[in-house]
């Protein structure tokens, strides 16, 4: 059980963001950029996309 919350298949990122700066930024930036193996879910209702992720 324990394992499924230190190693998820999958995370959403609640207002993940384009903007350099914001925490919801670094955020995606460092799950893309760090080998996170599962998949990423931005959470933006203002935006289309974040990162070449459809959010």
């Known amino acids: ?3 499924q ?3 998820p298949k999958s995370v959403a990122v ?3 963001s384009r903007e350099e700066g914001k ?3 670094d955020i995606m930036k460092n ?3 760090n ?3 599962g998949k990423v ?3 933006n209702p203002k ?3 974040i990162m070449g992720l459809k959010a």
Request: hydrophobic share 55%; no cysteine; net charge negative.
């Open 41 to 43: 879910y931005p959470i």
């Open 23 to 25: 925490v919801g930024h």
């Open 35 to 37: 080998g996170f193996a």
């Open 14 to 16: 609640i207002g993940a």
């Open 31 to 33: 799950l893309l950029q």
């Open 47 to 49: 935006a289309d996309s």
């Open 1 to 3: 059980m324990l394992d």
């Open 5 to 7: 919350f230190f190693n």
